[in-house]
């Protein structure tokens, strides 16, 4: 069985290129093939969207990484906005959460879910909230991987 996805290569792309996080309502497939469940964004062409993603920057250097991410409920009253200093693409597989992130110099509240695909492009500010818990998995890619690590920017 082939899954086509609704989310083209150069939609990816475009998505890393903005300066805040976006997302793609209902981006990825979901198909239940056998006896598995399949989440699938597209395929992108790795160099050509690491080089518009990193123009100053060897392809070489650039480095890629696979996470699993469950948050829970609310943040913690100290938790700010952050950065990764990676570009970042993945997919919501379970739950709902809440994604808040900066927008043309304001904070945007808004909803994800399963399906959905989420772009946090590097420096972009932003912060997830389990409601009450969201799981996705993501790839990261860059000089420098911080595997989910918050820079916070205040």
């Known amino acids: ?27 990825a497939s ?3 093939p056998g006896n598995s469940i399949v989440y699938c964004s597209q395929w992108f062409p790795f160099v050509e969207t690491a080089k518009a993603c990193f ?11 696979v996470n699993f991410v469950s948050i829970r409920g609310e943040n913690a009253p100290d938790e700010g906005l952050h950065i990764h200093l990676s570009m970042i693409v993945g997919i919501i597989v379970e739950g709902q959460g809440i994604i808040h992130y ?17 772009f946090v492009p590097r420096n972009a ?7 009450p818990e969201v799981k996705y998995s993501l790839v990261e890619f860059g000089p420098d991987i911080d595997y989910q690590k918050h820079h916070y920017i205040s």
């Open 55 to 65: 123009p100053d920057s060897d392809i070489n250097s650039i480095k890629l990484g």
């Open 125 to 131: 500010p932003h912060t997830f909230e389990g409601a």
């Open 102 to 118: 900066e927008k043309d110099g304001k904070v945007i509240t808004d909803h994800v879910s399963q399906g959905d695909v989420v």
């Open 30 to 32: 979901v198909q239940s």
């Open 1 to 27: 069985m082939k899954i086509d996805c609704i989310v083209e290569p150069e939609d990816i792309i475009k998505h890393l290129l903005l300066p805040h996080c976006s997302f793609i309502r209902n981006g």
